[in-house]
């Protein structure tokens, strides 16, 4: 005889599992059906999003330079606010000690009197705030009280201002680590993108690499553009002696460098200090805005933000670091990736 027992009903949490797992199973071919388009990516496609990358991690190079610049500069101003506090409150402690003496001995003699008392006291200020008492004081004690107060004071406003700057410097800290973070962010990112190619498209793109990065040695046609001062033309040729020196994010040299650790190296060589950043150096002399106008030794800023800078070479050409993987080489202005903005003249 048959049976007619009805069959078992699966658990609730048989159900919940199965349920979890069908989901897992959908999300998982979701993420697989995403990925794949990123895998089928031709070696020009990637070159473009590695280019892209690239730049994005130039323009947080330079808020990263800046940021470092802020730092270095607010720790020599605490150091130096740091130690005019040491200087003022040794001047302090010398007034306070001279108008000891005179009490030490006034008392000797028993003659020790109330005003000179309150000299000696931790705020002279509320004293001579007294009017009626300061007719007790000779014209010497109210001096020497007076010094005491304006050095107090003082002492009291560079602690304010060190306490300021300590707290700009943390703030500073906090943004350079982000700013670090950032970058290797996207070169991590351009890393991984760029080891999804075959060995072949890598050797090729090596290979473009090399043709463009020119050794000092091989000719480059700079026509014949005069430098644009004695100054300028130092410049350039300390930085043709760096040609091949690989681009490395904030660097300033001798061994690598970044785009405006290349210039602002330059310029040193020539004896004239400008500043890190190429957002700053854009502001370090007279603007030119045509190509035509542009002399040798020249800044040449790129982007609408200023993130690259090198340095005229003549022709056309531009001598600069470019980027992460790259040397410093000559270069077209015309392949550089972002719109020339201006030249500026030191």
């Known amino acids: ?82 130690d005019n506090v040491a200087r003022g409150q040794a001047d302090l402690n010398e007034l306070r000690d001279s108008i000891g003496l005179a009490a030490a001995a006034q008392y000797r003699t028993g003659s020790i009197d109330s005003s000179l008392q309150l000299l000696l006291s931790s705020n002279p200020d509320d004293f ?7 007719d007790q004081l000779s014209a010497q004690q109210v001096e020497a009280l007076k010094k005491i107060q304006e050095k107090q004071r003082e002492l009291a406003q560079e ?20 700013k670090k973070k950032e970058v290797q962010g996207k070169l991590a990112e351009a890393r991984e993108l760029y080891n999804t190619l075959t060995a072949k498209d890598k050797a090729d793109l090596a290979a473009d690499q090399d043709r463009a990065s020119r050794s000092s040695s091989e000719r480059v046609d700079l ?11 130092a410049a350039f040729s300390a930085a043709q002696s760096k040609i091949g020196t690989p681009y490395v994010y904030g660097a300033t040299g001798p061994s690598s460098y970044d785009c405006s650790g290349l210039t602002s190296w330059a310029y040193a060589q020539a004896g004239v200090g400008i500043p890190r950043t190429s957002e700053a150096q854009a502001n370090t002399g007279t603007r030119i805005y045509s190509q035509s106008d542009l002399q040798v030794g020249d800044l040449v800023f790129f982007f609408n933000d200023l993130h690259h800078v090198g340095l005229y070479a003549g022709n056309g050409q531009i001598l600069h ?7 410093v080489r000559y270069e077209s202005m015309s392949t550089i990736g972002g719109p020339f903005m201006f030249g500026v003249r030191v």
Do not use: F, W
Request: hydrophobic share 30%; charged share 30%; glycine share 4%.
């Open 1 to 82: 005889m048959a049976s007619h027992r009805r069959p078992k009903q699966p658990s609730r949490t048989r159900v919940t599992v199965l349920t979890t797992a069908a989901a897992a199973a959908v999300v998982l071919s979701s993420q697989a059906a995403n990925a794949a388009p990123s895998e089928k990516l031709n070696k020009d496609e990637v070159k473009t999003k590695v280019d892209k990358l690239y730049e994005e991690a130039e323009q947080a190079t330079e808020q990263y330079n800046g940021a470092q610049e802020k730092q270095e500069k607010l720790q020599k101003e605490i150091s130096t606010i740091q």
């Open 223 to 233: 026509g014949d553009t005069g430098s644009a001062s004695g100054r300028a033309a």
């Open 321 to 327: 670091a470019p980027r992460t993987g790259t040397v």
């Open 159 to 178: 602690r304010s201002e060190a306490s300021t700057k300590l707290k700009d410097l943390a703030s500073t800290r906090t943004e350079l680590g982000k």
């Open 128 to 134: 001579l705030d007294k009017a009626s008492t300061a």
